[in-house]
């Protein structure tokens, strides 16, 4: 439901969603989200081909995008926080993160 989503203000974020993008922002748009919404589209992210597109919502579907992609809408789409510059960096030399394993404790039900 793209009206119910455009109502919410948040960013959202969109996989695999190149071949229905015109129609994706036609639907926000109708919903009330405005035509400027900042729009981001990223594009073989993990590959040297990598290509970042900036646009408006309402000249989403009629930019040039290519899959894989996925396409960010909405207020972060227009941040340039410019903390790291992707393409500088080597994956084969980026430490893994280590995540402890989640730790679960049963919850008993009580009847009354």
Same mark, same amino acid.
């Given at each position: 439901?793209?009206? &119910?989503? &455009?109502?919410? =203000?948040?960013?959202?974020? +969109?996989?695999? =969603? +190149?071949?229905?993008?015109?129609?994706?922002?036609?639907?926000?748009?109708? =919903?009330?989200?405005?035509?400027?919404?900042?729009? &981001? /589209?990223?594009?073989?992210?993990?590959?040297?081909?990598? @290509?970042?597109? @900036?646009? @408006?919502?309402?000249?989403?579907?009629?930019?040039?995008?290519?899959?894989? &992609? /996925?396409? /960010?809408?909405?207020? /972060?789409?227009?941040?340039?926080?410019?903390?790291?510059?992707? #393409?500088? +960096?080597?994956?084969?030399?980026?430490?893994?993160? #280590? +995540?402890? $394993?989640? #730790?679960?404790? $049963?919850?008993?039900? #009580?009847?009354?």
């Amino acid at each position: 439901d793209w009206a &119910a989503l &455009a109502a919410t =203000g948040a960013t959202l974020v +969109v996989v695999m =969603g +190149v071949a229905l993008r015109a129609a994706i922002a036609a639907e926000l748009v109708a =919903g009330g989200l405005d035509p400027a919404t900042p729009t &981001a /589209v990223t594009m073989s992210a993990a590959t040297a081909r990598r @290509r970042l597109l @900036r646009c @408006r919502l309402d000249e989403l579907g009629a930019a040039e995008v290519e899959s894989p &992609a /996925v396409i /960010v809408i909405g207020a /972060v789409a227009g941040l340039d926080l410019g903390l790291v510059d992707a #393409t500088s +960096v080597d994956p084969r030399t980026v430490e893994p993160l #280590t +995540v402890e $394993p989640l #730790t679960v404790e $049963p919850m008993l039900a #009580t009847a009354r």
